[in-house]
């Protein structure tokens, strides 16, 4: 359990800058494009969701208690909401955070199985 959490902690923070210097890209063109697109916000929403999770992993990986584990699962849960959701509620220029959804149920999915 500590070594999955180690390693879940630092995937989700790296994911979480890659997450974050793609919405920055992604909204570069689209104030170049001047497509009045909001998906930059939403995006750093879900970067800085996913960095909260890979610290909270990391800060609890020591511990026996569920606490930080139940913690995690909500604020993961919400980061795939928004990564899901956010397509269908945003105009264009947000494809990325269907697949970044995906990426983060596929770590729930994992999570859960031990």
Request: hydrophobic fraction near 60%; aromatic fraction near 8%.
């Amino acid at each position: 359990m500590k070594t999955t959490k180690l390693v879940l902690g630092i995937i989700m923070i790296v994911l979480g800058v890659i997450i974050f210097f793609q919405s920055m890209v992604a909204g570069l063109g689209n104030a170049i494009a001047a497509n009045n697109s909001h998906s930059v916000a939403s995006g750093v929403m879900v970067a800085i969701l996913y960095i909260v999770v890979g610290i909270v992993y990391l800060a609890t990986r020591k511990s026996e208690k569920m606490g930080g584990d139940i913690a995690g699962l909500i604020i993961s849960i919400i980061a795939w909401l928004m990564g899901a959701f956010l397509r269908r509620f945003t105009s264009m220029g947000v494809a990325h955070f269907n697949y970044w959804g995906n990426v983060l149920h596929l770590a729930l999915h994992v999570k859960l199985q031990e």
